[in-house]
């Protein structure tokens, strides 16, 4: 009886997390995947043939910590992995964007682009971004030991 | 705390609203920019030297201006010698705007017949050039842009031939010179003929040219005799004109 309570409770608490989680993967995925893939894949298999296949990493990346995030969410854990998404995304920008320097050829042209001012701002987005989980994942532990505190 | 986080969280929306912004309009932009290089090319001469103008014009139809734009073309023979180097300049190209220019290419035949490539006065061949753009895009993409292209070379001497000597009267023989100018320019000026014999005298006549380009040149050029020559063995062109100013060809016979 108290099981089935228990795993009641559990289903009532994780039903609408797994709902939000679907329905923000579904989100992200179209607005970083399908969106893309749809109006701009020739242009970029065209220009820069590598880079679809790092633009279905970076939308696979960021669905899997949209999702993880909002099923942990309440927990330390949600901020341990977004601290983790900004990390992970200061390496893929880096590499994605060959630490600012990206070269690639046009028909008989050669063209090369410095991303560095680019780059910094991805970069910028991410330290604020990690900053922010730090904080709130201090911001948790606090409150969490206030709360036993006061117990 | 809470509000250092609340902060912290605006910045970053804000900023990636910017970035995703500043990124699509820099794409839309760059698809906005428009190079016209199919203007008429025009020659002119000065100092020596051909300088072929190629009139362009930059359509910047996007939201960012370009600065520090640079085209430099390279001319290089076949044995990789530079044959001329040129850079235009322009400083900047405002959005909605159309910026006409033009880009001199200036080729020295003086510096060829220096550098050692007279072949490129007797030979038709292909020359290299690369060709540099650099510019800044938005104050904050520098981009190199740089293409290699082969541009024939057409020779103003091709050909070149020494015929037959003739025989006018005792003192005086006609050696017969013919080339075809395959340059884009023509050649006006003198050649003076010398023919070293095995007696080891020379005997000389000069002649006037005056060959537009990809005509034909075939005269024969009247040789003064003080005495009876011996066999030819050498024949020497000296040629004084516009561009290959004192070129002296030194060519063996038999």
Request: glycine content about 4%; aromatic content about 12%; cysteine-free.
């Amino acid at each position: 009886m108290a099981e089935d309570k228990g795993m009641q409770m559990f289903l009532k608490k994780m039903i609408p997390k797994v709902l939000k989680a679907t329905v923000m993967g579904l989100l992200w995925f179209f607005l970083l995947y399908a969106l893309p893939t749809l109006f701009l894949s020739e242009l970029v298999e065209e220009v820069l043939p590598g880079y679809t296949q790092l633009l279905s990493i970076f939308a696979i990346v960021i669905v899997f910590f949209v999702v993880v995030s909002e099923l942990l969410a309440g927990t330390i854990f949600q901020y341990a992995f977004n601290i983790g998404k900004a990390l992970v995304f200061m390496a893929f920008f880096i590499y994605a964007l060959n630490g600012g320097f990206i070269a690639f050829d046009l028909e008989f042209v050669h063209i090369e682009a410095d991303l560095r001012v680019y780059l910094a701002m991805l970069l910028t987005i991410d330290f604020l971004g990690l900053a922010k989980s730090l904080l709130q994942a201090i911001d948790f532990l606090g409150k969490k030991t206030e709360r036993q505190l006061a117990i | 705390m809470k509000h250092a986080i609340q902060a912290l969280g605006w910045a970053t929306t804000i900023l990636w609203i910017l970035v995703i912004l500043f990124s699509g309009t820099v794409v839309y932009s760059a698809m906005q920019i428009k190079m016209n290089f199919e203007e008429e090319h025009q020659v002119t001469t000065s100092d020596n030297a051909l300088t072929r103008s190629i009139p362009f014009s930059i359509s910047n139809g996007g939201l960012y201006e370009i600065s520090e734009l640079n085209i430099t073309t390279l001319i290089v023979a076949e044995n990789e010698t530079s044959i001329s180097r040129s850079t235009s300049l322009v400083p900047l190209i405002p959005k909605t705007s159309t910026v006409n220019e033009i880009h001199n290419i200036s080729v020295s035949l003086e510096d060829i017949l220096d550098k050692n490539l007279t072949y490129l006065l007797l030979n038709d061949t292909d020359l290299n050039v690369d060709m540099f753009i650099a510019l800044t895009y938005a104050y904050a993409i520098p981009l190199k842009i740089s293409s290699n292209l082969t541009m024939p070379w057409g020779a103003p001497l091709y050909n070149l031939a020494i015929g037959g000597i003739s025989i006018v009267s005792p003192n005086q023989v006609n050696v017969s010179l013919s080339f075809k100018n395959h340059a884009f320019f023509s050649l006006n000026g003198t050649v003076r003929l010398e023919i070293v014999d095995s007696n080891n005298r020379t005997h000389s006549g000069t002649a006037d040219i005056f060959v537009l380009s990809e005509d034909s040149y075939d005269k024969a050029i009247p040789v003064a005799m003080e005495a009876t020559p011996g066999d030819v063995v050498e024949v020497h062109l000296y040629f004084d004109e516009m561009y290959l100013e004192s070129w002296t060809l030194v060519m063996a016979i038999g």
